[in-house]
């Protein structure tokens, strides 16, 4: 007598695994103090409050003349009393002269705006003549007017970038408090996979493989700004799976495996991770990508990616990223999605949720890789960005889809 079949496990929309998925990260204990030229990609573990005023007083945006305005009638020959330069302080600006002035040099004292040195010519003797009167306040910086004295600058949260660094050196900080770095264990499984420059190309046995998804996915945790202890392949046997996952979790926050999470003879981490913890299996409703697993191994976090490289891609990028990310206490985890224009045709609805390669062209448009095969890592390379398909949609040209461009991915 057969035996009934097992029940499938249902498909799982993404955006429900991705709550789920954040609903198990808090952010990692501990901070540190990092200097700011090396803050980049960092969590800030606290607000910054500027201590003081940014300009910190009034100064010229342009080279050229510190004047009052009333004394600057059309035609008017004034004499300059005083040059400021960018460092300066200047005297107070005398009745009818004015003051030669550079670019970030403190306004003086009774001056009122600055006419850039373009719309004004030497009249002899030191003087300069005017054609027109500016008005009030031309080409002035007011003091504060970038920063007050208390505000926050950054807050919280916020993952630091070259701009947030500027700013934090703009109000005096060489030392910024940043959540400390995640600690991640990496590691693949498959008898198949062969490390490149181990194994010359000809030399390859049948069924062997160069492990692609070690090297991506190592690059893509150290983006974010993870540490990550590299443990190479696993052999193919639930006890070195075992042994690998009790290794990895001594020490590390979190472990991120691919292969091995399906359902088949030789698929060990399921059972491995259950002898050592908790699992949960989920299997998603996206395209690529389908088999996904969490866990929890001796106090460490457990993700398992699918084997096939696109799928182990996009599934890093759609769930790990942001997971990631909260557990530096990063604020914000969503993924910005640009309306752009399809300048191809997609006629075959899937019932999952898919996430099309594609690249820009010159018209402003979306080209589509033309093989969207999970195991072809080409469409990556070639691809600047993913199309997000609802399911049972198609896709005609000139339609607009949500395009999610590699560089907000991959920053």
């Known amino acids: 007598m057969n035996a009934p079949p097992v029940p499938r496990t249902p498909l799982r ?27 980049d990609g960092r969590v800030l573990a606290q607000d910054l409050v500027s201590a003081l005023q940014v300009p910190p007083q009034d100064n010229s945006a342009m080279d050229g003349y510190a004047v009052r305005v009333a004394d600057v009638v059309p035609g008017a020959v004034l004499p300059v009393s005083q040059r400021i330069a960018a460092g300066a302080q200047g005297m107070p600006l005398a009745a009818a002269t004015v003051a030669r002035i550079f670019t970030g040099a403190p306004i003086p004292a009774g001056a009122d705006a600055v006419v850039m040195q373009e719309e004004a010519e030497p009249a002899g003797d030191g003087a300069v ?23 926050v600058v950054l807050a919280q949260g916020r993952r630091l970038d070259s701009a947030a660094l500027g700013m934090a050196a703009s109000i005096g900080l060489a030392q910024l408090p940043v959540v400390r770095r995640p600690r991640v264990a990496l590691f693949s499984t498959g008898d198949e996979l062969v490390l490149p420059g181990t194994v010359p190309p000809a030399e390859m046995k049948p069924g062997a493989i160069y492990n692609a998804n ?26 070195a799976t075992i042994d690998a996952l009790r290794a990895a979790a001594q020490g590390h926050d979190l472990i991120v495996t691919s292969g091995g ?9 399921k059972p491995a991770v259950q002898a050592l913890g908790t699992l949960d299996l989920w299997q998603l409703a996206i395209k690529p990508g389908k088999p996904f697993a ?14 096939n490289p696109v799928s182990s891609f996009v599934t890093f990028l759609l769930l790990v990223r942001p997971f990631v990310l909260k557990l530096q206490g990063a604020a914000v985890l969503a993924t910005k999605t640009i309306a752009a224009r399809a300048d191809f045709a997609w006629p075959r609805a899937d019932k999952r949720r898919e996430f099309l390669r594609v690249r820009r062209n010159a018209a402003g448009g979306l080209d589509l890789f033309p093989n969207q095969s999970s195991g072809v890592l080409t469409s990556m390379v070639w691809g600047d960005g993913l199309v997000d398909t609802p399911p049972d949609t198609t896709i ?16």
């Open 13 to 39: 929309p993404l955006d429900d695994v991705l709550a789920d998925l954040l609903s198990r990260a808090t952010a990692l204990p501990g901070t540190e103090q990092v200097s700011t030229f090396d803050a």
């Open 396 to 411: 005609a040209p000139g339609d607009t889809v949500q395009f999610i461009p590699f560089v907000e991915l991959l920053a």
């Open 129 to 151: 003549r005017f054609r027109a009167p500016p008005p009030v306040g031309q080409h002035i910086r007011r003091a504060g007017e970038d920063v007050t004295r208390g505000a």
């Open 261 to 269: 999470v399906s359902v088949g003879e030789e698929d060990h981490v």
């Open 214 to 239: 070690r090297f991506f996915l190592r690059s893509l945790l150290r983006r974010l700004g993870c540490e990550v202890t590299d443990l190479g392949v696993v052999p193919d046997r639930l006890d």
């Open 294 to 307: 969490y866990g929890r191994v001796a106090g460490a976090h457990f993700i398992g990616l699918p084997g």
